[in-house]
């Protein structure tokens, strides 16, 4: 059942029309909001607001779509989380292992207990082939295997990236771009640890060291009380409170420019039909594949570009379970090719309000996908029964224990990093800006970026301020172009994520 949050009286016209109410969409509505702006936004979840970052409620039980953490740099965005959902936050610890053969790895890893876990035999074999990648490093580094070897040696890549990375993204680690290495993991210490209790070991290296390589990834983080989503229905209420509209249930269906006034004539296909929003500017956090796919007339990069991005699919298998608690991570990364499971994502402990029954444990099984293949296509029983017998191939749970389950799929969630993407996405940007200067693209999907939550809401916040001024101040493909891993460094250290290139001088004064 679709609802439509605002005023009663039909929208038709708004200064800006939204698509999608994931975390850039709703930041860019509230924001504008704020600003006295009218803003109309489409959603096609029939429920839930939030994107990928929602939380699904069943029978009194939630759980993310993935896992999602508020850590970030800029200080920017932890005020403005702060600002939407001030009293809901709580403060948790951060725990992640990797399942290996059988062990289970601290992650990020412990040197010593690696050591242990692999034998002396493999980890001098890792030693060596760390050694022979540093010493004859392949230049040509094109795809994320080269990068990795290059970073790690062959043997460390063997055993802690190509089985999990293929898992998630259903292709060869030579066939992905270097680009997603060394956006998602520069910095990770999985070579640096087991080589630095290596040369310990040998008496190379007499540093103190408390048995951490190096400290990368925060150790607790702050998470609303009932899951991610609360944050995006808090900023969904705000905006309604102000005056706009969300329209749940309603998926895009074209857009077209106006060529004598520039103006934007946005369609959505709803539960009563079709509903045209009259805009001066459009936000899109649709995927591009589909943004270019619906503008009318097609711009030429629909027909050439666009085909070519591809996306990963993604479901969650949420088991309930007869247990106070199963393990005390977070989430477990399972780099074993004998399950199709990629992660086990543990919800009391993200949370003690999103499982309501003390002696019951639930946890979501993170199967990666395709849309339309055989698990996707699968029956949530067969689903479940999948999940359950996994769970006891791991050594989780004892499948007699599992009083429950439900499943929730999440199409495009992940943009494929192929060899030729980056020259895709080039092609539609420079088209779309030119074609469109009104037209804003912002967001995971809508720039075909794989970034976090904040740097979403960030590429949202500086498309107001562009909005604002009433001109391109801020280059938001620049947010995150250094590509650091999010949760490396101090939260709030700096003014912004955006690495904004030729800024006039006037920004401070119109931002």
């Known amino acids: 059942m679709s609802e439509a949050f605002g005023p009663k009286s039909r929208p038709t016209s708004a200064d800006v029309a939204i698509i999608g109410a994931g975390p850039a969409g709703l930041t860019a509505a509230y924001q504008l909001t704020r600003q006295g702006y009218s803003v109309t936004v489409i959603e096609k979840d029939p429920v839930y ?78 030693m060596i082939s760390y050694a022979q990648a540093k010493l004859f490093p392949n230049k040509a580094v094109r795809s994320f295997e080269d990068w990795t070897i290059n970073q790690f040696g062959r043997k460390l890549y063997s055993i802690f990236f190509k089985t999990y990375t293929e898992k998630v993204w259903g292709m060869p680690c030579d066939e992905m771009s270097a680009d997603w290495a060394a956006q998602r993991i520069k910095g ?16 190379l290296n007499k540093r103190p060291n408390d048995g951490m390589a190096t400290k990368t990834l925060l150790e607790t983080f702050r998470y609303p009380r009932l899951g991610p989503g609360m944050m995006w229905d808090a900023a969904r209420d705000k905006v309604v409170a102000g005056g706009n509209h969300v329209l749940m249930g309603h998926s895009f269906k074209q857009l077209t420019e106006d060529q004598k006034t520039g103006r934007w004539r946005m369609t959505a296909t709803g539960p009563d039909g079709d509903v045209v929003i009259d805009a001066a500017h459009v936000i899109s956090s649709a995927p591009m594949r589909e943004l270019a796919a619906r503008i009318h007339p097609l711009p ?13 699919d993604f479901l969650t298998v949420a088991l309930k379970i007869r247990s106070e608690d199963l393990f005390p991570d977070n989430w477990i ?47 949530d029983e067969k689903l479940v029964a999948l999940a359950t017998k996994e769970m006891e191939i791991l050594g989780l749970c004892d499948p007699e224990d599992v009083v429950g389950g439900t499943v929730v799929r999440q199409e495009k969630a992940y943009p494929v990093y192929d060899d030729e993407y980056a020259a895709h996405v080039d092609v539609m940007r420079r088209e779309l800006e030119a074609r469109y200067p009104t037209l804003h693209m912002v967001g995971r999907n809508g720039m075909h970026r794989y970034n976090n939550q904040d740097h979403a809401m960030m ?35 700096q003014a912004a994520l955006a690495s904004v290139r030729d800024v006039p001088a006037r920004v401070s004064k119109a931002a």
């Open 49 to 126: 607001v939030g994107g990928i970052s929602r939380t699904v409620e069943h029978e009194g039980f939630r759980f993310d779509i993935g896992g999602h953490r508020f850590f970030s740099k800029s200080q920017e965005v932890v005020d403005l989380w702060n600002e939407i959902l001030p009293d809901d936050f709580i403060q948790r610890p951060r725990m992640s292992r990797i399942y290996y053969e059988g062990k289970f790895y601290s992650y990020p890893l412990r040197a010593f207990e690696a050591l242990w876990n692999l034998g002396i035999f493999r980890s001098t074999l890792c």
């Open 188 to 203: 990770l210490s999985l070579g640096a640890a087991v080589v630095d209790g290596l040369t310990r070991s040998l008496g």
């Open 300 to 312: 030429s990069c629909a027909l050439s570009a666009a085909p070519n991005l591809k996306y990963r």
């Open 333 to 379: 990364y399972i780099h074993d090719s004998k399950v199709r499971v990629g992660r086990v994502q543990n919800f009391r402990s993200w949370s003690p309000e999103m499982v309501p029954d003390p002696e019951l444990a639930c946890v979501g099984l993170e199967y990666f996908c395709f849309e339309g293949d055989g698990l996707w296509s699968a029956s």
């Open 459 to 493: 590429t949202a916040m500086l498309t107001v301020r562009n909005i604002v001024a009433g001109e391109k101040l801020y280059d938001i493909w620049g947010v995150n172009e250094d590509a650091e891993y999010h949760e490396s460094g101090t939260e709030g250290e």
